[in-house]
């Protein structure tokens, strides 16, 4: 969009037309804000429309109706007048020449920060679209942190544009519909604004896939015809039997979205004319103890579907959603779904962190969608701190928007609402970074599992921990928390950090070693300069740089000689010499720069060579590996490293076995190899016919002396013509 000069501020004057969408807005403000407030909201405008001078939208219509219809947006809402005006200013400073600090001097310093924590980031250069929207996304989430007033006028910027998605090409349609539905209609969710969430999911849908929400609606409008009358008499019963039992209230029919059948259509694999809950019913009474009250009249008009109750009352939902849910079966043999919730959870379900509103610093939030909202943007903002990367952040921000939660106790009776599928090594962490760190197992219902273990709702979950115990790359596949999946990287990163600096040193001191010199010989003035000539700040950027393949250890020794000029070092070792100096040795356990090659799969024991991959580190193979020859080539990028004496941990080996093929024979070689102290990771049939088939088993063992003590057990077994270790 092409940046309109402003005019000055005090050119603007306050007298002039207001057009009657302004008018509208005034009215609707002036229901709940002091005349006064009313005036700096037509102020805003009146700036606003000198700023946008002469810029349009896709539409034709003059800009400024944009801002406007967000502002209204938020007045159906109730918000505060600094809101509203944020709103209607809220794309000045990246479309127009009004600067911030006139606007904190006309408006106040809060109404700056708002509409610059919903300002884009499009004026700084990122190298692809996704990494611009994922810090544009950032950048909006801390200033949610700040201040939950940000992401109202988010959301309520998305809607209407949403609203009048019309005009923008197709491509541009399906980006922005599918943004929609994968962030903001959750984000909106999450806050517990459900009415905003439904018209978002709605209209994301129709852009995203329209003949789909053409066809689904067509449906719906049948099936409600159908069964209009059915519904008006399940109503009256409804209202009926709480009449009878004295509960103050009133039942209503819902409709449920398309996007919300399509969900359930796609989720659960089946038809249209499967679903048999098209429709729903509430009932709005006046206490939480008269819900319960009407959750026993309705038990007794119709019979509940055993299983199908939940109480969010007890247990509010994460978005601080309160309400009965419970099944029936229906007079005319369908199940009938029935929400019961006062008014006040009424106002929260549908409006979320926005109902009620009534922001003031001090008080701290009015209801329990805007605490659990804080709660959850705090978490996100110490997710963020410790997450460089924009686009790893955003992951994290979408696994968090799980809709379906699981509600779990400690043995202390707390609760904690984590996402669907959860293990309890996100519990761990949701407890505490400390607890998940060092976990080593759960006990769930008092029963002993493992962490890797899914949760259901209503579990008590007590997590065992051990000072000894650390994270393993291995946990990143078995969480589905944003906070359990940055805490276990934070660690495997500073564990990568440190092996890398050890592991570096070692190779420089042993290039070093062989011209003749070592490290710590060097003076500190040349280690400076050459850290300052490769732009590095410490010492151990260079040693890790090293272990990581980034650098080479023999040219850096070089390059260090050189500059400590003619005559230092000793005399340089000849190829041979170098050959055979002592090589570096390695444990195992440097499993931050060290992998294993899954060609060879190398075991302890066996003769290695290292070779250097750029940004990975040192990957291990066997000597007689088949790509040694190639790796030769790049002689730089190899390592002389051995097995240390002592080596822990297990380590993967593949065995090919051929059997007799009959019935019972895999059991048998199954039982030996356990029999032998070896956990099986896989097993699969390489070949097979009438008489023989060939089995491959990938297992772990300690080392080349534990798979060979393997390999005797399974050819004593008797079913076995031939067991070699794979690949030969």
């Given at each position: 969009m092409e940046v309109i000069p402003v005019k000055k501020l005090t050119d603007v004057l306050d007298d002039?037309?207001?057009?009657?969408?302004?008018?509208?807005?005034?009215?609707?403000?002036?229901?709940?804000?002091?005349?006064?407030?009313?005036?700096?909201?037509?102020?805003?405008?009146?700036?606003?429309?000198?700023?946008?001078?002469?810029?349009?939208?896709?539409?034709?219509?003059?800009?400024?109706?944009?801002?406007?219809?967000?502002?209204?947006?938020?007045?159906?809402?109730?918000?505060?007048?600094?809101?509203?005006i944020a709103a209607i200013l809220h794309d000045t400073l990246e479309d127009t020449r009004l600067a911030r600090d006139e606007l904190a001097g006309e408006f106040g310093e809060t109404v700056a920060e708002l509409v610059d924590g919903v300002t884009k980031l499009d004026k700084m250069r990122f190298s692809s679209r996704q990494e611009a929207d994922a810090e544009s996304f950032r950048k909006m989430l801390l200033a949610m942190a700040r201040d939950l007033r940000v992401i109202l006028i988010k959301l309520s910027d998305r809607l209407h544009n949403m609203r009048t998605l019309g005009a923008k090409d197709a491509p541009s349609r399906r980006r922005i519909a599918?943004?929609?539905?994968?962030?903001?209609?959750?984000?909106?969710?999450?806050?517990?604004?459900?009415?905003?969430?439904?018209?978002?999911?709605?209209?994301?849908?129709?852009?995203?896939?329209?003949?789909?929400?053409?066809?689904i609606g067509e449906r719906i409008r049948a099936a409600i015809g159908n069964r209009r009358e059915a519904m008006a008499k399940i109503e009256m019963a409804l209202e009926g039997r709480l009449a009878a039992e004295k509960i103050p209230g009133r039942a209503v029919s819902r409709i449920k979205s398309a996007w919300s059948i399509y969900s359930k259509m796609r989720g659960d694999h089946k038809s249209f004319a499967q679903l048999m809950d098209v429709y729903g019913f509430r009932v709005i009474t006046d206490s939480a103890m008269h819900c319960y009250m009407a959750l026993g009249a309705v038990h007794g008009l119709y019979k509940p579907v055993d299983g199908r109750?939940?109480?969010?009352?007890?247990?509010?939902?994460?978005?601080?959603?309160?309400?009965?849910?419970?099944?029936?079966?229906?007079?005319?043999?369908?199940?009938?779904?029935?929400?019961?919730?006062?008014?006040?959870?009424e106002s929260v379900a549908e409006r979320g962190v926005a109902a009620h509103w009534a922001y003031k610093t001090d008080s701290g939030p009015s209801n329990s969608a805007q605490a659990r909202a804080?709660?959850?943007?705090?978490?996100?903002?110490?997710?963020?701190?410790?997450?460089?990367?924009?686009?790893?952040?955003?992951?994290n921000v979408k696994i968090d928007l799980f809709p379906d939660e699981v509600y779990l106790f400690t043995p202390r009776g707390e609760i904690f609402s984590l996402p669907r599928n959860a293990t309890a090594l996100d519990f761990a962490y949701a407890v505490h970074t400390d607890v998940g760190d060092h976990a080593v197992a759960a006990r769930v219902d008092k029963k002993l599992v493992p962490l890797r273990t899914r949760l259901v709702s209503g579990q008590q979950v007590e997590i065992i921990t051990a000072p000894s115990a650390v994270p393993n790359p291995a946990w990143l596949e078995a969480v589905v928390t944003g906070k359990a999946r940055t805490a276990i990287r934070q660690y495997l990163k500073h564990l990568q950090h440190e092996d890398a600096v050890d592991f570096g040193h070692r190779m420089l001191d042993r290039a070093l070693d062989a011209r003749g010199m070592s490290l710590d010989a060097v003076p500190a003035a040349t280690l400076d300069r050459f850290l300052e000539d490769a732009k590095l700040k410490r010492l151990e950027e260079l040693l890790s740089e090293i272990a990581l393949g980034n650098r080479f250890a023999d040219q850096v020794a070089v390059q260090l000689l050189g500059l400590?000029?003619?005559?230092?070092?000793?005399?340089?070792?000849?190829?041979?010499?170098?050959?055979?100096?002592?090589?570096?040795?390695?444990?195992?356990?440097?499993?931050?720069?060290?992998?294993?090659?899954?060609?060879?799969?190398?075991?302890?024991?066996?003769?290695?060579?290292?070779?250097?991959?750029?940004?990975?580190?040192?990957?291990?193979?066997?000597?007689?590996?088949?790509?040694?020859?190639?790796?030769?080539?790049?002689?730089?990028?190899?390592?002389?490293?051995?097995?240390?004496?002592?080596?822990?941990g297990d380590y993967r080996a593949e065995l090919r076995?051929?059997?007799?093929?009959?019935?019972?024979?895999?059991?048998?070689?199954?039982?030996?190899?356990?029999?032998?102290?070896?956990?099986?990771?896989?097993?699969?049939?390489?070949?097979?016919?009438?008489?023989?088939?060939?089995?491959?088993?990938?297992?772990?063992?300690?080392?080349?002396?534990?798979?060979?003590?393997?390999?005797?057990?399974?050819?004593?077994?008797?079913?076995?013509?031939?067991?070699?270790?794979?690949?030969?």
């Open positions: 002039g037309p207001v057009p009657p969408y302004v008018q509208a807005l005034e009215e609707r403000v002036g229901t709940y804000l002091p005349h006064d407030q009313v005036l700096r909201i037509r102020r805003a405008f009146l700036i606003g429309a000198a700023a946008h001078e002469g810029q349009t939208r896709k539409s034709g219509e003059p800009y400024i109706t944009h801002p406007v219809a967000v502002a209204h947006v938020l007045a159906e809402l109730g918000l505060d007048a600094e809101t509203i599918r943004e929609t539905l994968e962030i903001y209609a959750p984000i909106a969710q999450r806050l517990g604004m459900n009415k905003f969430k439904a018209e978002l999911q709605d209209l994301g849908f129709k852009a995203l896939y329209p003949d789909r929400h053409r066809i109750f939940k109480d969010f009352i007890a247990i509010p939902k994460g978005n601080g959603y309160q309400s009965l849910h419970t099944v029936l079966l229906g007079p005319f043999g369908a199940p009938i779904e029935i929400q019961i919730r006062t008014s006040e959870m804080r709660e959850w943007l705090s978490a996100l903002a110490d997710s963020q701190a410790n997450t460089p990367s924009a686009s790893e952040f955003l992951e400590l000029g003619p005559g230092a070092g000793g005399p340089q070792a000849s190829p041979e010499q170098q050959h055979s100096a002592e090589k570096i040795r390695i444990s195992g356990a440097e499993r931050g720069v060290l992998s294993f090659g899954n060609c060879c799969h190398p075991l302890p024991g066996d003769e290695i060579i290292g070779f250097l991959s750029s940004g990975k580190g040192i990957v291990v193979h066997r000597v007689e590996c088949p790509n040694v020859p190639e790796f030769r080539k790049t002689p730089e990028r190899i390592v002389a490293i051995e097995w240390d004496r002592d080596v822990a076995i051929e059997v007799l093929n009959r019935p019972g024979v895999l059991a048998t070689v199954a039982a030996a190899i356990a029999d032998a102290g070896s956990n099986i990771e896989n097993v699969e049939y390489i070949e097979r016919d009438s008489t023989a088939a060939t089995l491959l088993f990938a297992i772990e063992v300690k080392g080349r002396k534990h798979l060979a003590d393997v390999m005797r057990r399974v050819r004593r077994t008797g079913v076995v013509s031939g067991v070699y270790r794979h690949p030969l």
